[in-house]
């Protein structure tokens, strides 16, 4: 996501079922995720620019 001319991201693990679980414990970065996944996000983004979006945890640009 693009705020204000700057990258923002924010990742969510959760169960693919009902837990009750507030989605505010599910956050962790995109960086997390894809250690976890092995997926690869924002390969279109210069090196740099997805290093330090990868590490954030945008919680409160989100909601």
């Given at each position: ?8 991201s ?9 837990t ?20 690869t ?23």
């Amino acid at each position: 996501n693009k705020l204000n001319g700057e990258y923002t991201s924010i990742a969510f693990k959760m169960e693919n079922r009902a837990t009750g679980i507030d989605y505010i414990r599910s956050v962790l970065s995109v960086e997390e995720l894809e250690q976890e996944t092995g997926f690869t996000f924002f390969s279109g983004l210069p090196a740099e620019v997805a290093t330090e979006v990868k590490r954030q945890k945008s919680l409160g640009k989100w909601n």
